[in-house]
């Protein structure tokens, strides 16, 4: 059972448009984290939110937690070639040592000339 | 500095066959965990340990096991492989807790089972 999903799957854009790639899940997490993975390379952590209607923002990239801590979302402004890579998503469950960590199913981002 | 190592970065195993996915940090972290990764799929947890000697069971665990005798070293073992494990394999670890250190991946191990 997949407990985050996340949408769209693909998405091809050309630079400087806008996007938003979304994780749901029926679960409440402890907290969420955004990873982006690049070919051949294991995932690397973007941002942790961990507070229900967190917003931050890395550049240009703005990421939320959903109010009820079940969702959230990762909005690229003005995407650049460099944005190009899976986008996953995963949702901790708990808050001590033994803590697991879900992921989502991913979003692959293209961004062209 | 290394990191999460991981060897080999390729194995192709026939039916049957056993083998071990290293994986070393250096990183002084007290959590490490094995992640397969298939199209489609995400991330699946397969094993994690919280500590020297601590092991426990995550989403997958079924035809992998793993010891912990040191801080620094996470095996993965496959006992006798089958094609439904042909994926790539990533070891990751944090310093405490998943809940909110980052996890540190390892750059995989790409497994083909024929």
């Known amino acids: 059972t997949q407990l985050l999903e996340q949408s769209p799957q693909f998405l091809s854009i050309q630079e400087g448009e806008n996007l938003t790639v979304y994780c749901n899940s029926s679960?409440?997490?402890?907290?969420l984290q955004w990873y982006r993975q690049e070919p051949g390379e294991g995932p690397v952590l973007l941002v942790t939110?961990?507070?229900?209607?967190e917003v931050k923002k890395l550049k240009r990239l703005t990421f939320q937690f959903g109010d009820a801590r079940k969702d959230s979302s990762l909005h690229i402004t003005a995407a650049q070639p460099g944005d190009t890579g899976l986008y996953l998503c995963?949702?901790?469950?708990?808050?001590?040592?033994?803590?697991?960590?879900?992921f989502g199913t991913g979003t692959r981002l293209q961004v062209t000339l | 500095n290394a990191g999460v190592t991981q060897t080999p970065k390729f194995q192709v195993l026939k039916t049957g066959q056993s083998m071990t996915l290293q994986c070393a940090q250096d990183m002084n972290h007290e959590y490490m965990s094995w992640y397969r990764q298939d199209p489609g799929m995400g991330l699946r947890l397969i094993h994690y340990?919280?500590?020297?000697?601590?092991?426990d069971q995550g989403e997958v665990p079924n035809g992998y096991n793993v010891s912990r005798s040191t801080t620094e070293d996470f095996p993965l073992r496959l006992l006798s492989a089958a094609p439904s494990q042909t994926s790539v394999y990533f070891c990751?670890?944090?310093?405490?807790?998943?809940?909110?250190?980052?996890?540190?991946f390892g750059n995989g191990t790409r497994l083909t089972v024929t």
């Open positions: 939110v961990v507070t229900g209607g």
């Open positions: 679960s409440v997490f402890s907290s």
């Open positions: 990751a670890s944090c310093r405490r807790s998943a809940y909110n250190s980052p996890l540190h």
């Open positions: 995963a949702g901790a469950r708990g808050t001590g040592t033994a803590s697991k960590l879900t």
């Open positions: 340990s919280v500590g020297a000697g601590i092991t």
